[in-house]
């Protein structure tokens, strides 16, 4: 009666070690999945950080353009001011024509002169707005990058605290199923 008293005994503690393997097992594969998971996140954290810095790059060369066209119409409306300058000393020569012809470059002198100090006030306010954006983008980006470098260190703490516990979970299995193996044995 006591050797059946004890063989039951040793069939239920067998049947939970093996239940409890197999819940460990489960374990090790959930945690596995897990870690699959943060590392697609980080490489998805990766191609967004890629991605902000062409759209980076695409932004300030776009500036760049527009500061480089609006330098060269400013060049050119100092070209037409000297070409100005030059038909006034001709103009002088002409005296019959001197009012008419003084009257009309007065004017075009003035719209000039608005038109530059218009374009140069333009320039300045894209010249701080585009200061304000990379300093916005400047900030954006650093913030960013350090979202994805804390996210990427508690993704590697979590990787590392996984596999402790994958291995820790592995040499329980193994002695487990030593004890399982030892009973069967013995069975």
Do not use: P, W
Not at 11 to 25: I, V
Not at 129 to 142: G, M, T
Not at 166 to 176: A, D, G, R, V
């Amino acid at each position: 009666m006591k050797s059946k008293t004890i063989n039951c005994m040793t069939q239920e503690s067998l049947d939970d070690l093996r239940y409890e393997l197999e819940l460990k097992n489960a374990e090790i594969d959930e945690l596995s999945m897990e870690l699959q998971e943060r590392v697609e996140e980080i490489n998805k954290l990766k191609l967004y950080s890629t991605k902000l810095k062409y759209e980076k790059k695409n932004l300030e060369d776009r500036l760049d353009t527009k500061i480089d066209y609006d330098k060269a119409r400013i060049r050119e409306l100092d070209d037409l001011e000297e070409k100005i300058k030059e038909k006034e000393s001709i103009i002088e020569d002409k005296h019959d024509q001197v009012k008419y012809l003084r009257s009309l470059i007065d004017d075009y002198k003035e719209q000039l002169g608005r038109n530059t100090e218009n374009l140069e006030l333009q320039l300045k306010k894209l010249t701080k707005s585009y200061e304000n954006l990379l300093a916005q983008k400047d900030e954006i980006i650093k913030k960013q990058d350090e979202q994805i470098a804390n996210l990427t260190k508690a993704n590697e703490e979590i990787v590392k605290s996984n596999k402790t516990n994958i291995i820790s979970l592995k040499l329980q299995n193994e002695k487990y199923q030593e004890i399982i193996d030892k009973f069967t044995k013995t069975n």
